[in-house]
Each structure stands twice: as structure tokens, then as C-alpha cells.
């Protein structure tokens, strides 16, 4: 993809700092992108909500942030709460591409990430989001048996420059704080991958998918 071809992105994610590590060195590298950036949690947390709004400046991008329960316990929301949620948040626009979660989520595992992906898809299958394009983060843990890495294998997948990975460390680490040994900064990509899709029928599977596997 021609990193200067200007497109209308909107970018879907559970948490402040999930815009990065999953997607952070794609936004970088198209600096031609309109991006919106949707966070569905930590609207009010003090510490959080202020770094997110620093990452928006670092990813030439614009934004809005939910406050959706992310207690540690992690009940499941209420049926159709991330998706009113998303509504609200995101401007009601034609998307020529929309960046979410994998319905299963990147690693073993969490539940808002999966409600996040979940939610994203049958929006788009209901016609409440419009995009030509839907990419879902590409990521596994072999099962809580490493840290997440990148699907190679995945529709898309792309190793990052060193100067963009810095750029990218350097919002996990310094813009949100969080320590070199943390799972946040160990964890960091170094390529990012995606599952690409242009018929929501298509992504939909995804979740018939882990619906059958449960």
C-alpha cells in the first residue's frame, strides 16, 4: 500500500495503548491517513485518558475515548454495549478503512478485546459502519506460551523500519510510562500483521468461528 495514498481510517480499540501496539507502526508509516481513533475504555481514568490524547498528537491522528467497565474482573458487558458504544464515539462517516480487534482477541485473554473485534464486525454487517475495508489485528500467545507475536501467515504482514519501531517503542514506554520489562514494552512488534476483509459475510465467519470453539 502506497504509504501517501491518503484514505479515511478509523481505528477501534479496547484500551489506550492498544492503537499502538497493534497498529501503531502501520499509522506511522501512512502519513497521508485521516485516522480516528476509538478507545472504548479508561475514559476518566486520571492517568490514562491524558497519555492516550498525547499517543492521538504522536499519531497525527484524531480521537475519542469511551468509559466502559475494565475492571479486573472483567465481566462481559451487557449484549449490544460496545457496539452503542462505538456509535457514539465514532463520527458517522464513509471509512475507506476501519483497523479493530480480532474477535478472539491478540493474546490468551481478554475479554474486551474480543467484545471490541466482536462488535466492530457486526456493525459493519448491519450497516452501521460504512467501510470498503476491514482489518483485524493478526496476533497469538500460542496459548499463554509466549508473548504475542504477528500471524506471518496473515492477509497482511509487514515488518516495521527501525526508525518506526523506536517511534512506536517510544509511545509504549515513554508517552504511557510503562516499564522496559513490562508485557507492554517486551511485547511491543516488530512487524504488524492483520486479517484483511472486504465482505463482512466474510469477517462474520470469525465469530461463528469462536462461538462454535467455545
Not at 482477541?105 to 457486526?122: F, L, M, N, P, S
Not at 516499564?179 to 470469525?206: D, G, M, V
Amino acid at each position: 500500500m502506497d504509504r501517501n495514498s491518503s484514505k479515511k481510517v478509523a481505528l477501534i480499540v479496547a484500551h489506550p495503548d492498544d492503537e499502538t501496539l497493534w497498529a501503531g507502526g502501520t499509522i506511522l508509516s501512512h502519513p497521508a491517513w485521516e485516522c480516528f481513533i476509538v478507545c472504548l475504555c479508561r475514559g476518566s481514568d486520571v492517568d490514562r485518558a491524558p497519555k492516550f490524547r498525547q499517543a492521538l498528537q504522536i499519531l497525527r491522528s484524531k480521537g475519542a475515548m469511551g468509559d466502559l467497565d475494565d475492571g479486573p474482573d472483567q465481566r462481559p458487558l451487557q449484549e449490544n454495549e460496545a457496539e452503542n458504544a462505538i456509535l457514539e464515539l465514532l463520527p458517522p462517516h464513509y471509512y475507506d478503512l476501519v483497523i479493530s480487534h480480532h474477535p478472539s482477541g491478540e493474546y490468551t485473554r481478554h475479554i474486551r478485546h474480543e467484545e471490541t473485534g466482536q462488535a466492530v464486525i457486526k456493525l459493519w454487517h448491519s450497516g452501521r459502519i460504512s467501510t470498503g475495508e476491514h482489518w483485524v489485528f493478526a496476533y497469538e500467545d500460542g496459548n499463554k506460551e509466549y508473548l504475542p507475536r504477528p500471524v506471518q501467515t496473515a492477509a497482511i504482514y509487514r515488518k516495521l523500519t527501525k526508525r518506526i519501531w523506536l517511534r512506536k517503542y517510544s509511545i509504549i514506554t515513554e508517552t504511557y510510562g510503562f516499564e522496559n520489562n513490562s508485557f507492554e514494552a517486551e511485547t511491543t512488534p516488530r512487524a504488524e500483521s492483520f486479517l484483511q476483509f472486504t465482505n463482512s459475510f466474510e469477517a462474520r465467519k470469525l465469530i461463528k468461528f469462536k462461538e462454535t470453539a467455545q
